[in-house]
């Protein structure tokens, strides 16, 4: 399991079938690897299970955010945030995100005219860049250290998953030394971000960090008060931009592998996008938004949905105890032979209009499923396509001759060590 997660549970799962227990340590896991199984642990029987392994581990690196938190903590976060992702509000954030796509452009033609550029590190400063405007209204780039204190955050919350926090916090290893460092660093950065905007009132703010700073100033207890705004903002930093940056990624890397496929969307982007894109361009985008649902398919960026049972239940007709560690996995759903044929070919035609017709609900979960379903998951859709739309439309990106593109299960699904690529211009 440390050295490759994603192969031993498709390994189990290829041998054993839907629902097997995997042991790890001194703890079992459950895995299960049906629609149905999905359904019933995310959706219809979602209040019986809490947050599981590994993202009960982050909690001690990440606190109680929207992520890791639970009961009426999760509800009230919920309910702060959810008007900021309401689908007028998100349509009114089209510009932004082309002007920021357009101007990603022009970085990646710079950057490549000397040499290989690391895309992955340019998603992350361009996805980290689109966040702060779009839902934070702050500049971001003013933080150069937030990507890597987040990838130091994510070490440490894998780490705490498979060591099952039995590691003390307080030794001076040196991926724990990291940790306190990065932590130390975001809680910099969201106390700016809070003081920022406490030192700016008025106006008709509508942002995270304006409902967050509000619902903290009726708080009784100050100091927890500012404590969860700080959690609650880690958190939406981390999941508001990784899983996006992860997803262009493996675009990306998906379409230098598939030339006719690149070639498809550059024509749809060259006869879609003006000079001047706007939010109505967006639903011309088919064959990109395509592309978007077929890579998140083959590498979901939430890869895996851990639970805890609170109480003895049935699932698919196996019994699970209270207190059992039950995995879903997306990676594996999004595989299962039985919903997709030729699971492992990328092929973005899966996702044609009027394909999906009949398809079980819950053999697709990339934004996970339920009440917990992901919040920010129409503005990160359209993000991706923006900007991969963008792009194809300018510029074609080649991976170095020679290099090994490795997945990294970590919180998200990442390419392990980035992803080096040429730039060319897309004539």
């Avoid at 934070?136 to 926090?165: K, N, P, R």
């Avoid at 967050?212 to 008060?225: C, I, K, R, S």
């Avoid at 550059?266 to 361009?281: F, I, K, N, S, T």
Wanted: with cysteine; charged share 25%; aromatic share 8%.
């Amino acid at each position: 399991m440390m050295r490759n997660r994603l192969s031993v549970l498709a390994r189990a799962s290829a041998e054993y079938g839907d629902a097997v227990r995997v042991p790890l340590g001194p703890k079992t896991l459950y895995l299960f690897n049906h629609p149905e199984h999905a359904k019933h642990v995310l959706a219809d029987n979602a209040a019986a299970y809490h947050k599981g392994i590994g993202q009960v581990h982050a909690r001690r690196v990440m606190g109680d955010g929207l992520l890791t938190s639970e009961g009426e903590t999760w509800r009230r976060q919920r309910r702060t945030i959810q008007p900021v992702f309401q689908p007028k509000r998100i349509a009114k954030q089209f510009e932004t995100i082309a002007a920021e796509a357009t101007a990603f452009v022009a970085t990646l033609r710079a950057a490549g005219a000397n040499g290989p550029v690391n895309v992955s590190e340019q998603l992350t400063a361009l996805t980290l860049g689109v966040l702060g405007r779009t839902l934070l209204d702050a500049d971001l780039s003013a933080f150069e250290s937030i990507g890597e204190s987040f990838a130091a955050v994510q070490d440490q919350a894998m780490f705490e998953m498979m060591s099952l926090s039995a590691v003390p916090m307080w030794l001076p290893l040196p991926g724990q030394i990291r940790f306190r460092r990065a932590q130390r660093d975001l809680t910099r950065v969201v106390d700016q971000l809070a003081a920022d905007r406490v030192a700016r009132p008025g106006g008709a703010r509508d942002d995270v960090v304006s409902r967050l700073v509000d619902a903290n100033a009726q708080q009784p207890d100050p100091v927890a008060g500012s404590r969860r705004m700080r959690d609650e903002l880690v958190t939406l930093l981390l999941a508001g931009h990784e899983t996006t940056a992860s997803t262009l990624t493996w675009a990306f890397e998906l379409l230098d592998r598939h030339p006719d496929v690149w070639h498809r969307m550059h024509e749809e982007a060259v006869a879609v996008l003006g000079d001047q894109p706007r939010y109505e361009d967006l639903h011309r985008l088919t064959y990109t938004s395509m592309v978007v649902e077929e890579t998140m398919r083959l590498n979901p960026p939430v890869w895996l949905l851990p639970r805890v049972a609170q109480e003895p239940d049935v699932i698919g007709g196996y019994g699970v105890p209270a207190g059992a560690d039950v995995v879903v996995s997306p990676y594996l759903l999004h595989r299962h032979p039985d919903y997709w044929k030729e699971p492992e070919r990328f092929d973005p035609e899966r996702f044609a209009p009027g394909r999906s017709t009949g398809r079980e609900r819950y053999s697709y979960i990339p934004f996970g499923a339920g009440p917990r379903y992901c919040v920010g998951s129409s503005l990160g859709l359209m993000e991706a396509v923006v900007v991969l739309a963008t792009v194809a439309r300018e510029l074609r990106l080649e991976t170095v001759p020679g290099y090994r593109v490795r997945a990294e299960p970590m919180l998200t699904l990442r390419v392990r060590g980035g992803l080096p690529m040429t730039v060319r211009e897309a004539g």
